[in-house]
């Protein structure tokens, strides 16, 4: 798959891109120097000297260290840094690729329900960690608590609009009420006034005297967008009807065979 093929902490420093590239090179030449028939020539250590100072430059040293503390961040303990990622089941590899997203430290950084198979303390470790983040966080979750500790702005969609609100998921509740009670007040308000003039034109609709005032206030009216209050959100309500329990075998098959043309 994807992930195969690497450790853990590779499988995190790859995100790293051009970083992990060098730092594998010099990992490869290192391991070649332990050996006794390596010949270190100038060549050799001029290639040696030029990796090091890229890795130096693009601070190698302290991506690993930072793969390392983000790993055991999130759960991963030392001891298995180094296996393979097929090894670990599939709540623990979203959490290797939760950590290879986090060392690469974006502008944008996009992360759907990043709750999902974390434990209480690694929840803690990584809402410090996005709270500390300098870059734009956009992120789904059914954690509104985790929302509301973390988020500094909620955008709905709804009702085929999207609207921004400038504050956490607490605010965004209180202030969709309060937008919608103004929202009605304003569509209350707008259309008495249309009531009123359209009261005005079927009054005076027959007199030559006021046609060019009933004109007028046709073409107001026509030009004047209508205020539309959304429908209120439909909560679904869910009922399971008692059944009685099923055996422990459901269905049970013998000699299947399935052809197809």
């Known amino acids: 798959g994807e992930m195969s093929g690497r450790t853990a902490l590779a499988e995190v420093l790859a995100g790293a891109g051009k970083v992990y590239e060098i730092g594998r090179k010099l990992h490869e030449i290192e391991h070649q120097m332990a050996e006794p028939d390596c010949v270190m020539d100038e060549a050799f250590m001029n290639r ?119 504050g956490d998921y607490e605010f965004y509740l209180r202030e969709r009420v309060i937008r919608r009670e103004q929202l009605l007040a304003a569509q209350r308000r707008q259309q008495a006034m249309l009531s009123k003039e359209e009261e005005f034109i079927a009054r005076f609709a027959a007199r030559a005297s006021h046609a060019a005032q009933v004109q007028s206030r046709v073409k107001n009216i026509e030009k004047i967008e209508r205020i539309v209050v959304p429908p209120d959100p439909k909560v679904v309500k869910l009922r399971f009807v008692p059944s009685k329990r099923s055996g422990d075998i459901v269905v049970e098959m013998n000699d299947l065979a399935k052809e197809w043309p």
Request: net charge negative.
């Open 48 to 166: 040696y000297g030029k990796l090091q100072e890229e890795f130096i430059h693009l601070n190698g040293y302290e991506k690993e260290t930072e793969a390392q503390t983000i790993l055991n961040g999130l759960g991963i303990s030392p001891d298995r840094w180094e296996d393979p990622v097929e090894n670990f089941s599939g709540g623990w590899k979203m959490r290797i690729a939760l950590a290879r997203i986090l060392l690469l430290n974006p502008d944008v950084l996009l992360i759907d329900e990043p709750t999902n198979h974390l434990d209480i303390e690694t929840i803690i470790w990584l809402e410090k960690w996005l709270k500390d983040f300098k870059g734009a966080l956009v992120m789904t979750s059914h954690d509104r608590e985790f929302m509301t500790r973390i988020c500094s702005r909620t955008i709905e969609v709804a009702a085929e609009t999207i609207t921004t609100y400038s």
